[in-house]
Nanobody, 121 residues
Framework: QVQLVESGGGSVQSGGSLRLSCAAS????????MAWFRQATGKEREGVAR???????SVAESVKGRFTISQDNAKNTLTLQMNSLKPEDTAMYYC???????????????WGQGTQVTVST
């Protein structure tokens, strides 16, 4: 079993920055494929960014140029650097993972509890 714990959320004004972290623990014998999702109140959960199997970063169009995802495989940590935040980025942010191969079509089995990000005007 893998446990994921997010941290770094908070409240910030529009244009500000936050850095989210996700720490994975438990029995992790092979590479973890990790991603960030978010869910705003009254909306469906959406993918924000993920690390592909070859190590490349993929981000949603809505955050491209503003958010950067990175993963430290040795430490099993995932980071989301969020710059130029907008009120529409307000949501609960979740870290999710699966063991390699990095298949993001099927539901990811491991999820954190989430960390709230609130962006005010």
């Amino acid at each position: 079993q893998v446990q994921l714990v997010e941290s770094g959320g908070g409240s910030v004004q529009s244009g500000g920055s936050l850095r989210l972290s996700c720490a994975a623990s438990g029995y992790i014998p092979i590479k973890l494929c990790m991603a960030w999702f978010r869910q705003a109140t009254g909306k469906e959960r959406e993918g924000v960014a993920r690390i592909e199997g070859d190590g490349w970063m993929s981000v949603a169009e809505s955050v491209k140029g503003r958010f950067t995802i990175s993963q430290d495989n040795a430490k099993n940590t995932l980071t989301l650097q969020m710059n130029s935040l907008k009120p529409e980025d307000t949501a609960m942010y979740y870290c999710a993972a699966r063991f390699a191969p990095c298949n993001y079509i099927d539901p990811l089995p491991y999820w954190g509890q989430g960390t709230q990000v609130t962006v005010s005007t």
